[in-house]
């Protein structure tokens, strides 16, 4: 007995600082803020639509003409950024949608704009939803071209930042686009734009979700040759210093809750602001189980975003992005 109370006298006692919620929020080591979500965006070509994604339970498409009602609700839940994806009416082998001063995205961006002028508007950079073959680059002969793309990703950013996009972010994973992209914006006098480069994207299975609502599936084969193997933690930090050096403002790491030792890692490692990209797979998976009844949906989505928040995020991507602003206000 005197030997245990000897033990007892000196142990760690953790739970003293968790006796109470007063002592357990004054003492919380990371929270997530509304202003540090993104919520994403699809927009679509034509009149009249909000267009559910079955995939993505509570996520739509949109035509620019319905945009104005989701952007107030965007504004009155306290969130500041969305990042725009276009799917256009017409397709071709070189993504000329993607560049159009008149397309969906341009429109979407200058409609945003008039109705929110203190949104930050984030314009995803690629050619995947423009393409007749599904691809984030120019093809020939079966194989995706590096190089030959790079032009036609700086003609589409200059439309956006042109239209009013605050941010580009280049999601194509070819080399040296980030360079290709500072060089077109500078030549275009639009100098005060940043770039927020995917720049460590792993080819994952978590983006079905997300092809489905850009229709940006591959027609043939898959983005191995471009996007990340997934294996290789060293690469990705190769990738997003390459980035850097080109020019990039921030940086994203796509997929996010499987690949936090990279987010982790890069926070060590680089001073810049980092992205995580809570992705349409991760969402869809919550959205599931909960609708299930397997797990509470409030506390999970919580759970994962303060997750990424300790893991180095700075700013968080989600399609929860709705959602969790009114729980983050509730809590």
């Known amino acids: ?149 790079l032009p036609q990703l700086a ?3 200059v439309a956006y930042a042109a239209a009013g996009a605050d941010i580009v972010a280049p ?18 006098k639009l100098v005060e734009t940043p770039i927020m480069s995917y720049s460590a994207k792993a080819a994952s299975g978590y983006y079905g979700p997300f092809r489905d609502a850009a229709a940006s599936a591959p027609g043939f084969g898959d983005r191995q040759t471009y996007q990340m193997d997934g294996t290789n933690g060293r690469e990705a930090l190769r990738e997003i210093a390459a980035d ?13 809750l499987a690949y936090m030792d990279v987010l982790k890692t890069a926070s060590e490692r680089f001073d810049v602001p980092l992205v995580a990209y809570n992705v349409s797979g991760e969402y869809a998976m919550v959205k599931a189980a909960a609708a299930n009844g397997w797990l509470d949906e409030r506390r999970i989505v919580l759970e994962n975003l303060r997750g990424l928040k300790r893991a180095g995020a700075q700013l968080i991507i989600t399609y929860h992005a709705l959602d969790a602003a009114r729980w983050i206000k509730e809590v």
């Not at 080399?175 to 275009?188: E, K, M, P, Q, T």
């Open 1 to 149: 007995m005197d030997k245990f109370n000897e033990i007892r006298s000196t142990m760690f006692r953790g739970r003293r600082l968790r006796k109470s919620p007063a002592l357990r929020d004054m003492l919380r080591e990371h929270e997530v803020r509304v202003a540090e979500l993104i919520y994403p965006i699809f927009v679509v070509d034509g009149d009249d639509v909000v267009e559910a994604v079955p995939s993505m339970p509570g996520v739509n498409r949109y035509s620019v003409d319905r945009l104005e009602p989701l952007v107030d609700e965007i504004v009155a839940r306290g969130i500041k950024c969305v990042l725009l994806f276009g799917i256009p009416a017409k397709k071709d082998a070189v993504g000329s949608g993607a560049s159009d001063p008149n397309g969906v995205v341009c429109r979407a961006i200058r409609t945003i704009k008039l109705r929110a002028p203190e949104l930050v508007v984030i314009a995803d950079v690629c050619l995947c939803e423009y393409t007749d073959h599904g691809h984030c680059g120019l093809v020939h002969e079966g194989r995706v071209l590096n190089d030959e793309t």
């Open 155 to 157: 003609k589409a950013a």
């Open 171 to 188: 999601s194509d994973m070819m080399d040296g686009r980030v360079a290709a992209i500072r060089a077109a914006l500078d030549a275009a």
């Open 244 to 256: 850097l050096a080109e020019g990039a403002d921030l940086v994203i790491i796509k997929p996010a």
